[in-house]
């Protein structure tokens, strides 16, 4: 567990800003920027130059307005003053700091305004696609913290039963999530102070020594008031009739009914834990149960888009595993003996920002201080942007190719990336309580 928490980007971007300041002290402040897209131009970290930007970790005697021009004579830095000159000098002795860390910093650049660091792709590739296949089911979660135990609670809301629905469904997800975080989840009473009451009265009481977390109702986006009227499996019926309409389930239209109908009620079913989740707890979700105006079915597309691409991944697991029986293709060889360098720009974006990035999603949609605080847009948002990219992916790239032995460890890489990616699809839809698919 202690490996999976200084691989991260926060444990990088903790290593640059000391390496700059000498200052340990700086969580709350946000100086090094995390990208997601163009990484080859961008980079996949940048900060900006501006030494207004980093006057609150460091005093600056030489009135610098750079944070080049102060590392230049803090450092030592013999080329010259402006931030072209020093730049060089002071890039070459942050990449070679960095040697020692868990990732490291492969090359440095000045673009307009910002400095933009390129990190090293073996590092992440190896390590993240590995560790994610290893760990399983406990990728992405922290080492146990025995300081805090919790106890979760949620209160039925009497008027509407899809806003208690939603309470059950922000109390169950909070709970794996702290359980992640590496926290306890207690049913004793007496245990600890750190209750928390989901609720969606801002007055009135709770249960004793419990606090109050208030949450968004469900409302009717007609009367635009809570939704008093709909029961849980009336709403679950709706999305099944949307589904039917939309012919989202026509890959299983030859199984026989019953598998049918409780694939669509669970579909039906994910597709309503997405909706409430996509949106922050403390807001109201606005649902439309009309045929007639909700012809845009916004919350369908994303828990249908996830299982969706987790059957797309297990179909071609399973598929090479079929053939490998045959003997048309060679079996998966151990791991080690895996040559990543083979995985190029078209896999660097998924690595980096889904199966690398899986501990630092989980750990963004939690805070517990100063105040308890819990985020599952995240997640959902999370879900969302894999969903995009692989399908891209998977539409560019054939990952079982044809025609010649000099493309078989090219195959072999990309399988074990996608084995990755399949645990980071369980785990991530594993939280919000449901259940892959391996098959459409």
Known sequence: MEAQTNF????????????FTGNNTHKSVSIIKINYENLLVNGELHCVRNFKAWKDLLPCSKSCTSILQHLAHVKGATKGNTDEDVAEEIFEQLISKSNDWPVRIQKCMLQNERICLFLNRGDIITNSITMAIKCGTTFGKAKSKTAKVFILKYQTDEQSELTTQRLRIIKDVAAKM???????ISTEENCTDDKYMFTSKSEGLVDKGYNKYVCGVVKNAQSNSKETCLTWEQYIKYKINQLAELNEHKLIENEKSNVKNTFLHNLANAIVIFEFMAVKPKKPVIIENNCEDDKSITNTRGASFALYNTARIA??????????LRGEYPDLPDIKNVDFSQLQD?????????????????NNCLTCEPSFCFYPQVLILFLSRLCQKFSAYYRKVKILTEGGDHLISKMIARLYMLRALQVVFENALDILGIKPISRM
Do not use: P
Request: net charge negative; charged share 20%; proline share 0%.
């Open 178 to 184: 702290l359980s992640l975080h590496g926290y306890e």
């Open 8 to 19: 991260c980007i926060t444990h990088i971007i903790d290593k640059i800003v000391f390496h």
């Open 346 to 362: 078209e896999e660097w974006e998924l690595v980096y920002n889904f199966i690398f990035g899986y501990s630092q999603m989980i």
């Open 315 to 324: 179909t071609i697991i399973t598929k090479h595993r079929e053939k490998a």
